[in-house]
Each structure stands twice: as structure tokens, then as C-alpha cells.
């Protein structure tokens, strides 16, 4: 019982939630446009304004977090880039001495 709820409620709540904010939209756009009060239409553009706002913050919310993963991915790369230069560092001081070695 407890199983079928918790998949229930997995899809219900951002269903219950998009539907809300379809809702609330849909009355501040076009409840102003059937009873037309300037009051009401005003505050349908202000929350227009404000949605796409936080819209527009949301963008670049997102776009600060791929270009921090962008600078992570990049340090290790340089992290990768440096060890495989100290292994290449190590090889060849290992091939200088054998070849010391061998030639005395």
C-alpha cells in the first residue's frame, strides 16, 4: 500500500504543481481580458513580468552551474594532463638510467 502511494506521489506533485501554476496563469492573462479592470491588468503584466524574470534568473542560474562543471571537468583534465606528464617525467629518467647503466 505504502509502495503504490510513494508512486503515486511521485508523479502527483509536480503534476498538482504545473497544473497550479497553469492555472494561476491562465487567470492573471485572461481573467483581466473578460472583466477588464485596469487594476487587474496591471497586476496580470506585473506578474508576467515578474515570471519571466525569474525566468531569465532560472537561465542563468543553470548557466553558472555548467560553466562551474565546465571549470571542474577542466581541472581534471589538467589534474590528468599533469599526472601523465610526471609518469612520462619518471619513464624517461628510469630509461636514462638503464641506459647509463648499460653503457658503462
Not at 496563469?25 to 525569474?54: D, I, K
Not at 562543471?69 to 581534471?76: D, F, G, L, Q
Amino acid at each position: 500500500m505504502l509502495d503504490d502511494l510513494t508512486e503515486w506521489s511521485r508523479f502527483a506533485k509536480p503534476s498538482l504543481t504545473v497544473l497550479g501554476l497553469v492555472f494561476l496563469w491562465t487567470w492573471e492573462m485572461f481573467f483581466p481580458l473578460v472583466l477588464p479592470r485596469r487594476n487587474r491588468w496591471l497586476h496580470a503584466s506585473r506578474t508576467v513580468q515578474y515570471a519571466l524574470f525569474n525566468t531569465h534568473c532560472s537561465i542563468r542560474t543553470v548557466q553558472y552551474a555548467l560553466f562551474n562543471t565546465h571549470c571542474s571537468i577542466r581541472s581534471v583534465q589538467y589534474a590528468l594532463f599533469n599526472t601523465l606528464c610526471s609518469i612520462r617525467s619518471v619513464q624517461y629518467a628510469l630509461f636514462n638510467t638503464l641506459w647509463a647503466l648499460g653503457k658503462s
